[in-house]
């Protein structure tokens, strides 16, 4: 791995991170929402679902665009879509408006997972390409915290200026445009495959900026693998790969976004005021920083797959276990922060194996495809609980069933093969003569 290779995955975790600040920054702006328009809980609700949609749709369209068209433009298609519509969420005067642009913001995000995904398991050498994939992962619980923490001494300062939120966001994405350009090249994976006029040079371009050799010619790719399309996902050899993976997000992503979504409210409701519920959700974040962190550097030595299979199941038990938490705030800390790092460690080996899941031509498309309707866990799971609390279910209960999502999760990664054919391995290369 060299320096840039290094660089590269570290911009990941920025590009990432973007998807943390963002999800929990328009939670913080939720009250002046709310009382600038006078919004009903339901109302409110739809405006910050969404965001989620338009990942869910920015996820599955984007992600097939990014592998026709590249990663590197793709990256810079999705920051300028995300820096217009957090700009003009600023502007919007009613919630038609703000919710039109935070769809807009959410395809930018959409789109942007399924590229990053690809890039960080492309640039990756072959021993550190769990690791590279599982360390971008931890950008969205390091968003959540420090761009939370930015949000909170914003409104701290002007309580009803929910729109500085957006500008904040708006700033931090336009800072990493230049950063994409200049420093990111095309992934050599794709050219290699891809073959688009110019494409040896920009490989060679490519190599000799990672501080590797030269290559003499494009490695011989049949016609027919050069027609592959994204529908081949949807073909016999990946159909079961892709509804496996899927599932096993899908049902994982409920438990992550019960947690997520709904530990703010609980905290309240056991009688402790909002800026003690706000610390306790911080506080699972840094516990998911911690368990994403740690989980990558476990892939070095240990299989992803069971790795990530055994972090479902102890999430699983951890959210059980909340269910079951007394009234007492450093209890609920210690229990958030172990629910966090499991559950998001979980998250980072499901992106792992997705990468490693998909050939190159398919790559974005399938992770694309695997987040996007995986989302959809993400919309369902606070609906969910608010349904079932509200029909009177207890607490242990409702978190005892939404943990189930975990343990689903797990079964699928089960019933999951991967072999040697649809592991993302790099197309061969052959070196220039010196």
Request: charged residues 10%; positive net charge; proline residues 5%.
């Amino acid at each position: 791995m060299s320096v840039l290779q290094i660089v590269i995955v570290g911009i990941t975790i920025a590009l990432n991170a973007l998807d943390g600040f963002d999800v929990t920054s328009i939670s913080y702006a939720s009250p002046g929402i709310s009382k600038e328009w006078s919004l009903p809980p339901g109302g409110l609700g739809i405006v910050l679902s969404m965001e989620l949609i338009g990942m869910a749709i920015g996820s599955i369209v984007i992600g097939n665009i990014a592998d026709r068209i590249g990663r590197r433009p793709t990256m810079l298609a999705c920051l300028a879509l995300m820096t217009v519509g957090m700009t003009m969420c600023t502007t919007a005067g009613d919630p038609t408006t703000l919710s039109v642009w935070r769809v807009v913001t959410g395809l930018g995000i959409g789109g942007m997972l399924a590229a990053i995904n690809a890039v960080s398991a492309e640039f990756a050498n072959d021993k550190r390409k769990s690791l590279s994939v599982s360390l971008m992962s931890i950008g969205y619980p390091l968003g959540a915290v420090f761009g939370g923490m930015g949000v909170a001494r914003l409104l701290q300062a002007q309580p009803d200026n929910w729109r500085s939120v957006f500008y904040l966001g708006a700033a931090a994405t336009v800072v990493l445009i230049p950063i994409v350009w200049f420093v990111i090249p095309e992934s050599v994976h794709w050219l290699a495959r891809k073959q688009p006029a110019g494409a040896l040079d920009k490989i060679n371009r490519a190599m000799a900026r990672m501080g590797h050799g030269a290559v003499s010619a494009l490695p011989e790719i049949p016609p027919a693998a050069r027609q592959q399309s994204a529908g081949d996902i949807f073909g016999p050899a990946l159909i079961m790969t892709t509804v496996l993976v899927t599932l096993a997000y899908f049902f994982h992503i409920v438990t992550f976004y019960y947690i997520i979504k709904w530990v703010p409210k609980i905290v309240v409701d056991m009688g402790f005021p909002p800026s003690s519920a706000a610390r306790v959700l911080m506080w699972t974040n840094v516990g998911g920083a911690t368990g994403g962190f740690i989980f990558g550097f476990l892939t070095l030595r240990y299989n992803v797959k069971m790795l990530t299979i055994g972090t479902l199941i102890i999430s699983t038990v951890g959210v059980s276990i909340f269910g079951k938490a007394p009234a007492d705030l450093q209890t609920l800390i210690y229990i958030c922060i172990f629910c966090g790092f499991f559950i998001n460690a979980g998250i980072n080996g499901l992106y792992a194996i997705i990468a490693q899941a998909f050939p190159t031509h398919v790559r974005a498309s399938g992770t694309g495809f695997a987040i996007g309707a995986g989302r959809g866990g993400s919309v369902l799971a606070p609906i969910i609980a608010g349904f079932l609390f509200q029909f009177g279910f207890t607490l242990p209960t409702v978190s005892f069933a939404l943990a189930g999502g975990s343990i689903l999760g797990a079964v699928m990664l089960l019933l999951l093969k991967l072999d040697d054919n649809a592991e993302a391995k790099p197309v061969a290369l052959k070196p220039a003569r010196t």
